[in-house]
């Protein structure tokens, strides 16, 4: 095992350069890497929230509020569906989490039930032949519609990790880099933001739900019907935020929704005033255009989280699958709501339960402590490994040294977070990496006391202790595994840096050493081992 093939060289040579180039960017002053040509690495250790600072917001998903919305759009399919085959109904109401309908035709009864099992809910997940709305009837001709908990568990489910998903893509649009975005519990999502200093900006973007719709402008209700109260049903009275209009009522049902964008962008409008340029996919494009074609000289309002920002007026068709969103905007509100809707609008309502700023001296603090904690660690394993084996000691204190370049360099490169309990990872790989060596270094030592040439002694020492280095190190790294893949926040900081550690602490202890070592032999060939 102690040849000095040449790939082993090779490949020791090519790590000790991999490892000095990654990690040099992280002690030179940002001048200097400005100067530095191109090509060479630029990329310095992220470092996470609790090491340079950032924003911590703790948020719930108003999962009762989705279910509401859900109800509320059921009570709409009923109608929609009963006036589409022109059955008579009344009573339409939700009580509760039950919406109920009474039918008025005893005779149309049965073809109302068909109806609304034909098209009323979705196929429920896990279920043969389920859906997601149980429809039962009931006594004076009454029809109940009601979600099956299956449906609603679902539905929480799904809409928290959407909202995981859409928060991820909202922060990333900011450039925050590396955020840590993870459930907890059921219902609440943490996310970490390092270097993001002030939460406010952060809940501006997340917390909108950013939900847009197009729905018609129900024109045929007087300002005297609103004082009233006399709103149709299937209109409601939404706010305005243009100047033309304090409020406006509008259809409750949407003809196209914001999850048929593909794309918005800041725009301007025909009078160089900020506004929002958007583009429907191939079905939203079909609907926006069958919509504005029907309706031609009647209004149609945009409107985002059920406020309208504009009510124009269909002139023409719009079959383009694209326009503008005008409003009062400015660039940069344009710009934050155009991101919203590239991101995606929230399937619920968020809550903050938590909100915190860790500022950079607490980081600069718990960086300064862990650099100590790093080289107090080190230094005391070098003492030790070298007044233990001395010459070969040193050859151990030389892996570790590469050890620790090497998984900076990785973390660098990979643009890995390196968090503080990181540290304390990457100090418990430091001693894994020393108890290698000392497991190598008395192998040599029990085979040179048994009678073996120095060649002899070191090289069984290597193949007798690799069984028990590979089992310490798997074991390690399926610990390291299982906790990167349950973990969250610190544990997986730590995990993340204890398995990189442990392929770097195998490659070091074995093959740097090794080199060294046979490099010796063959320079020195001496007569008896150093650590005999």
Do not use: C
């Amino acid at each position: 095992m102690l040849t000095l093939s040449r790939w082993k060289i090779i490949a020791v040579t090519l790590s000790v350069i991999f490892g000095i180039l990654f990690s040099l960017p992280n002690v030179l002053p940002q001048k200097t890497l400005d100067a530095m040509p191109g090509w060479l690495p630029h990329q310095k250790l992220n470092l996470g929230l609790d090491l340079q600072g950032g924003s911590y917001l703790l948020y719930e998903v108003d999962t009762d509020a989705l279910h509401r919305e859900r109800l509320s759009n059921l009570v709409e399919d009923v109608r929609l569906q009963l006036r589409n085959e022109q059955i008579p109904f009344g009573e339409l109401a939700q009580q509760g989490d039950v919406v109920s309908v009474r039918i008025g035709d005893a005779a149309r009864y049965n073809d109302a039930m068909n109806v609304l099992r034909k098209n009323i809910g979705a196929p429920l997940a896990g279920v043969i032949g389920g859906k997601d709305v149980a429809i039962s009837g009931k006594g004076d001709q009454r029809i109940e519609l009601q979600y099956v908990p299956e449906a609603i568990r679902a539905d929480a489910a799904k809409a928290v990790d959407q909202s995981i998903e859409t928060i991820r893509r909202r922060i990333d649009s900011l450039g925050t880099k590396e955020p840590s975005i993870n459930r907890q519990g059921t219902n609440r999502i943490m996310i970490q933001a390092a270097g993001e200093s002030d939460p406010e900006k952060l809940k501006n973007i997340i917390g909108k739900t950013a939900k847009l719709t197009f729905q018609m402008v129900d024109d045929t209700v007087t300002p005297e019907d609103v004082q009233a109260g006399r709103i149709p049903p299937g209109s409601e009275v939404l706010q305005s935020e243009d100047r033309f209009a304090q409020y406006y009522v509008v259809k409750k049902r949407a003809v196209v929704s914001g999850e048929e964008l593909t794309n918005a962008s800041q725009s301007f409008d025909q009078n160089g005033s900020p506004a929002v340029g958007f583009a429907f996919n191939s079905s939203g494009a079909k609907k926006f255009g069958d919509v504005t074609t029907r309706n031609r000289g009647k209004r149609f309002a945009i409107v985002l989280d059920k406020k309208v920002i504009s009510a124009p007026t269909i002139n023409d068709p719009i079959t383009g699958g694209s326009g503008i969103i005008t409003g009062s905007f400015t660039v940069q509100s344009a710009n934050e709501l155009a991101l919203l809707l590239r991101s995606g609008a929230l399937p619920a309502p968020l809550n903050v339960e938590d909100q915190r700023t860790v500022t950079a001296e607490l980081g600069a603090d718990a960086v300064k402590a862990g650099s100590i904690s790093l080289a107090i660690g080190a230094a005391s394993m070098f003492v030790f490994v070298i007044l233990a084996y001395g010459l070969f000691g040193g050859f151990a204190a030389i892996a570790l040294v590469v050890n620790v370049l090497l998984i900076i360099g990785i973390m660098s490169f990979s643009q890995a977070t390196l968090t503080f309990p990181g540290i304390a990872g990457l100090i418990l790989t430091l001693a894994v990496a020393v108890d290698a060596n000392v497991l190598i270094y008395e192998r040599m030592r029990d085979e040179a006391n048994a009678g073996r040439t120095p060649m002899a002694a070191a090289d069984h020492g290597y193949k007798l202790a690799l069984t028990s280095i590979l089992d310490a190190n798997i074991t390690s790294l399926i610990s390291g595994m299982i906790m990167f893949g349950f973990g969250s926040g610190p544990v997986k900081g730590f995990a993340w840096t204890l398995v990189i550690g442990v392929f770097t602490s195998l490659f070091t202890a074995i093959f740097i050493t090794q080199v060294l070592i046979g490099w010796w032999f063959k320079a020195t060939k001496p007569k008896k081992l150093p650590i005999a």
